[in-house]
């Protein structure tokens, strides 16, 4: 399964690199635009499954991006920006903006809020039946079969699986799997 791909559009090299390293070591392919030109052009030759969006912007701002965007393509779009009052964001949901994040911004919530929209964009594409070298697992029966014969998992063994099969040629630290597969809120032992 190829990675999902994320356009980042800021206007702040800082910031795009720092959310770029983020995003790629969640598995993510990510490129950058600096402004709302830029964008647009990065659009097209990347064809991005989400785009992350700064409002204030050099030329075009996000607004208007997002606008154009919508005008062409169901892309998921999340905001993130230092401007957060309720006008702005209310301007940004009125434009077609999927979800809103403020900087300064927690990586975990930004990866989270990511994989929300995602899910929330593309449910069916969870739905669908993985198969890998004789395995299949699905994820609406909840059922893994290996040459057709039923394995029998119990649930954090099969969302460890689900894992795995859905982030190939990939290595995660522990640290990784807890959080996306355990969760964030959730005590688990040292041994674990």
Known sequence: MPAQRILVVDDEPDIRQLVGEILEDEGYEVSGAADGETARGAYTSFQPDLVLLDVMLPGLDGIQVCRELRAITKVPIIMLTARADEEDKVKGFDAGVDDYVTKPFSPKELIARIKAVIRRVSPTAL????????????????????????????????????????????VYSREQLLDNVWGTNVYVEDRT
């Open 127 to 170: 739905e669908e039946a993985i198969e890998f070298h004789g395995m299949k697992l699905d994820p609406v029966a909840h059922r893994v079969s290996i040459n057709n014969s039923d394995l029998d998992l119990g649930p954090t063994e099969f969302r460890l699986l689900h894992f795995f099969m859905t982030h190939t040629e990939r």
